[in-house]
T-cell receptor, first 109, second 116 residues
Framework: QKEVEQNSGPLSVPEGAIASLNCTYSDRGSQSFFWYRQYSGKSPELIMFIYSNGDKEDGRFTAQLNKASQYVSLLIRDSQPSDSATYLCAVTGDYKLSFGAGTTVTVRA | GAVVSQHPSRVICKSGTSVKIECRSLDFQATTMFWYRQFPKQSLMLMATSNEGSKATYEQGVEKDKFLINHASLTLSTLTVTSAHPEDSSFYIC????????????FGQGTRLTVV
């Protein structure tokens, strides 16, 4: 069983719509949860991190964490073509980050 | 956020040669550095974790004699791919953490290695 699983996509959304990305993890001891954005040929860049159950908002991005369900999600509101990228969910319980396979998002103009 | 500089960004080498990749933390002391490899359309796979002044811890299946990691200072870690072969062609990415309690990792720009 993979440690971190994401909906594989690709996910195509029209400009201005909400993109919803999901991630589940297997280790109940996981404590920190991250969403990274990766453009083709580039290294990941951190979008958000969340440690506590509930929602965390930062601009057009909202992360949601439910530790009981071992589930973390990312919502992108008012999607822009520049949001087209692969989004990686990452989870850590010790000092190592475990990454999901990523979900590729395409925002159609 | 903190800055991690990785060099070179691209390298092409002949099969059988060795390649060194450097990862530097520019404005913080990186107690722990991580080396990842990413094949096309796949996620990042952790290769090894290095702590300053001690031997690297390699993930299962990663040959430590082939992928030499040195973390001699708090701002520099190097990955040397020895006797590279075409199957080693990949995108190599380092990341660094500041302090042992920190969970946020900062990524270098990545190195695209092509072995011909």
């Amino acid at each position: 069983q993979k440690e971190v699983e994401q909906n594989s996509g690709p996910l195509s959304v029209p400009e201005g719509a909400i993109a919803s990305l999901n991630c589940t993890y297997s280790d109940r001891g996981s404590q920190s949860f991250f969403w990274y954005r990766q453009y083709s040929g580039k290294s990941p860049e951190l979008i958000m991190f969340i440690y506590s159950n509930g929602d965390k908002e930062d601009g057009r991005f909202t992360a949601q964490l439910n530790k009981a369900s071992q589930y973390v999600s990312l919502l992108i509101r008012d999607s822009q073509p520049s949001d087209s990228a692969t989004y990686l969910c990452a989870v850590t319980g010790d000092y190592k980050l475990s990454f999901g396979a990523g979900t590729t998002v395409t925002v159609r103009a | 956020g903190a800055v991690v500089s990785q060099h070179p960004s691209r390298v092409i080498c002949k099969s059988g040669t060795s390649v060194k990749i450097e990862c530097r933390s520019l404005d913080f002391q990186a107690t722990t550095m991580f080396w990842y490899r990413q094949f096309p359309k796949q996620s990042l796979m952790l290769m090894a974790t290095s702590n300053e002044g001690s031997k690297a811890t390699y993930e299962q299946g990663v040959e430590k004699d082939k992928f030499l990691i040195n973390h001699a200072s708090l701002t520099l870690s190097t990955l040397t791919v020895t006797s590279a072969h075409p199957e080693d062609s990949s995108f190599y990415i380092c990341s660094a953490r500041e302090g042992r309690r920190s969970t946020e990792a900062f990524f270098g720009q990545g190195t695209r290695l092509t072995v011909v």
